[in-house]
């Protein structure tokens, strides 16, 4: 019944507003429900660590491709032992996201952890795990790492390794019998055209960067550089090409390269003035705030590109600027059908959010994520929703996961609830993770919510092992949404 | 090396590269190394070998669960109380039998519905000698603090002995200083410099002089956990020479002067540890 009701309104909208083309709704018409199973939302923090009082922002999630019920997950999550122990926890779970264990395998002796993190899992009976991290100490040190079993107890092994470069955003398939590594990053090494993205082709065994900018910047790009990989193993990647940039505001231009069946060239895409690269938005506006700024975040450069599995032309890329209509930070979705050589406008603004997160399910229906404020002052609420669309956002189906305070707790360090969150698409589920104030409070999580930590349910507080009062934080939490069909 | 590539090595690594080897205490040698590796210690009895004590810890013959009889030492954040089983993967299994009652010195392993851990070193517990007992506290918990504090005392002299000066002082002002990243990045460490009167010099300072003291002003992750400094503040600076923002040398009333950094959390104590610090150099 709900999903008649859908397709009547699909019609329907499609008529009204003439196939698409109409400019971008703010907000646009929400559909009735129509998942069949419940939504999981999960804090991940492990009942066995229900005092720990971290701020652990940025999370990120593998889920292996050929056992979906295991993943791991990594936020900065401190090893409860202490930078001392020299290696850094992740997340893992072996029951498809219902429970999460943290054990320690990367080599990495940060207060927080690693730096910068993510990671991609691959592999057949192997549950193969890929991941970017800046490794502490270390001078921005990129370690690309690899363990042919993430729940393992074996410290990841060093892949490549050197410095200077920052936010490693790994991307993996299989493509064929070999493991496809993708890890978009900001290398200063190439300055000033600094956009890049390291390359294997055999799993890790060899690696070359490859600087996918190709004009002129303002001694750098910006931070985010972000690779997706499709079945048919085309390649993209977008990037912000800065053009200038005064110490608080970058004019950027979003860029968006291909690579076609592993050339590792990615100069498939060529922009009108022959350059590779197409240009999906030309001088926008960025601020660089790296204090608390929307909901104490800082903001700067949240990105995200999604292709679509089964139709490698159809790619969504979404990004956050700002308009200057009064917005601290807006973000913008934007669709190629013809394998990058055109975009469409807008087709969807969401104003002063951030952590936008794109994945493309079987069925083509596209999952967004992002954090959003809400409201003003003491008032005001980080909401991580989840839209879906099957019409480019004519239409869509969203859901709130989470509606937290947005002033407490107070940031103990920046990124407040991270630079990114993330999504992605594993059969008939839209997956991924987000960091949020664990305040247990029911209200918070419309979906409803699971904690494993210690709760008291009446008093809406967090307790130790020993019924003692533990103090308000930002947790990673998973969740699982069932695609729109 | 790089401008930005000597900020971000030194200082991100300074928690690390500053924390030293503690000198052994006559007696405790093997007690004291096991500390020095282990963040758990507790005694439990062994329950059974080869079993595991919550799903997702993989069963071996060198994991045994253990019923946890008194928890000594842990993490805040670890849940760990009496009566708690606990995964243990010992070194040599057969060092175990059901019933033993061990304290373990170990590190946390996999942390889920319950605690699995790795052991670095055991002692059967009445090895481990009881003192006089105060109130709220086991004999054994006395005993395990008189290690802990030797150690962090070894570790203290080891700090002071590396650094190149120690002063009591107060934060006079704060001011912006240091050199500018090259490269923008959400990790700038966005350098800022604390001017120290020197109330009493410990080592290598005279009173009454004026310091500079380097630190990461920002709030990035990269530089969480780096000491920061505030107008006013007073305390015991154990610190060393910048060797980490890439400019040793700091300006102050028109001359020339060295700038000092503050490695860790660890080198900046209270006023009120001046003492113990001299008692320590003195040792």
């Known amino acids: 019944m709900a999903s008649m009701s859908f397709t009547a309104l699909l019609l329907l909208l499609t008529v009204l507003t003439g196939c698409g083309t109409s400019p971008p709704s703010p907000t646009p018409p929400t559909l009735p429900s129509s998942l069949p199973d419940p939504v999981t939302v999960v804090d991940m923090i492990p009942a066995s660590l229900s005092g720990e009082e971290n701020q652990d922002s940025e999370p990120f999630l593998s889920v292996h491709p050929a056992d979906p019920r295991r993943m791991a997950a990594s936020a900065f999550t401190p090893n409860p032992a202490g930078p001392a122990s020299g290696v850094a926890p992740i997340f893992v779970s072996e029951d498809g996201g219902t429970s999460w264990t943290l054990r320690s395998i990367l080599p990495s002796a940060g207060p927080v952890g690693t730096g910068d993190i993510t990671h991609a899992s691959t592999g057949g009976k192997a549950a193969t795990l890929y991941a970017g991290i800046l490794r502490i100490p270390g001078s921005s040190l990129l370690n690309e790492l690899m363990t042919l079993d993430f729940a393992s107890a074996a410290t990841m092994s060093v892949q490549a390794s050197r410095s200077q470069v920052d936010q490693p955003f790994v991307q993996a398939a299989r493509i064929g019998i070999n493991d496809r590594v993708y890890v978009g990053n900001n290398d200063f090494n190439a300055a000033p055209r600094t956009a890049t993205v390291d390359v294997s082709l055999d799993a890790g065994a060899t690696w070359k960067s490859v600087r996918v900018e190709s004009r002129d910047t303002a001694g750098q790009d910006g931070p985010s550089v972000r690779p997706t990989v499709a079945r048919d193993g085309t390649v993209y990647a977008a990037y912000f090409g800065w053009r200038s940039f005064d110490g608080r505001m970058a004019i950027s231009d979003v860029v968006v390269v291909r690579d076609d069946g592993g050339a590792t060239t990615f100069q498939a895409l060529v922009g009108s003035d022959g350059l590779p690269g197409r240009v999906v938005a030309r001088g926008v506006s960025i601020p660089w705030s790296n204090g608390p700024t929307l909901g104490q975040e800082r903001i700067g450069s949240t990105l995200s590109l999604a292709v679509d599995p089964n139709s490698s032309a159809t790619v969504y890329v979404a990004w956050g600027d700002r308009v200057g209509n009064g917005d601290i930070y807006t973000i913008h979705v934007r669709r190629s059908s013809d394998g990058g050589r055109s975009w469409s406008a807008d087709l969807r603004a969401i104003v002063n959010a951030t952590n936008v997160a794109l994945a493309i399910a079987n069925n083509g229906t596209v999952g967004l994520l992002y954090q959003q404020v809400d409201g003003l002052g003491s008032g005001a609420r980080w909401q991580t929703r989840l839209e879906q669309t099957r019409d480019g956002f004519i239409t869509t189906q969203s859901t709130i996961l989470a509606s937290v305070p947005a002033d407490t707790p107070e940031p103990q360090f920046l990124p407040y609830i991270g630079d990114y969150a993330y999504v992605l698409a594993v059969g008939e589920e839209f997956r991924g993770v987000f960091s949020a104030n664990n305040t247990p409070d029911p209200a918070n999580f419309p979906q409803g919510v699971k904690y494993q930590r210690r709760v008291n349910p009446v008093t809406k507080t967090l307790e130790d092992a020993s019924g003692r009062g533990v103090a308000i934080s930002i947790d990673p939490f998973y969740f699982s949404i069932p695609v729109m069909r | ?283």
């Open chain 2, 1 to 283: 090396m790089s401008r930005l590539k000597r900020i971000m090595c030194s200082v991100l690594g300074a928690g690390l590269l500053l924390v030293p080897s503690a000198a052994p205490v006559s007696g405790q040698t093997t007690r004291h190394e096991w500390l020095k590796g282990c963040s758990i210690v507790f005694v439990g009895r062994v329950v059974k070998v080869g079993d595991v004590s919550f799903a997702g810890v993989p069963r071996s013959p060198r994991t045994i669960v253990v019923s946890v009889d008194e928890v000594l030492e842990k993490p805040k954040a670890v849940s760990l109380v009496k009566g708690d089983r606990v995964t243990v993967e010992v070194k040599d299994p057969s060092q175990f039998h059901d019933g033993a009652l061990v304290t373990f010195y170990a590190n946390g392993w996999i942390f889920g519905d319950g605690v699995a851990v790795q052991e670095v070193g055991h002692e059967l517990a009445p090895e481990l000698a009881p003192v006089s007992s105060g109130a709220g506290s086991s004999p054994k918990q006395e005993a395990l603090a008189q290690a802990r504090q030797e150690l962090n005392d070894a570790q203290l002299r080891s700090r002071i002995q590396g650094a190149d000066i120690v002063v009591v002082g107060r934060v006079k002002a704060i001011r912006r200083g240091g050199p500018v990243a090259a490269a923008v990045s959400e990790h700038d460490p966005d350098w800022q410099e604390a001017i120290v009167h020197v109330e009493s010099a410990i080592k290598g300072a005279r009173d009454g002089e004026e310091i500079v003291i380097r630190f990461p002003g920002s709030m990035d992750v990269g530089w969480y956990g780096a000491p920061k400094f505030k107008p006013g503040e007073e305390g015991t600076f154990l610190l060393e020479k910048d060797k980490l923002s890439g400019s040793p040398k700091a300006m102050l009333a028109g001359a020339e002067v060295d700038a000092y950094v503050a490695g860790s959390r660890q080198d900046v104590l209270p006023k009120s540890e001046a003492p113990r610090v001299r008692a320590l150099m003195q040792q």
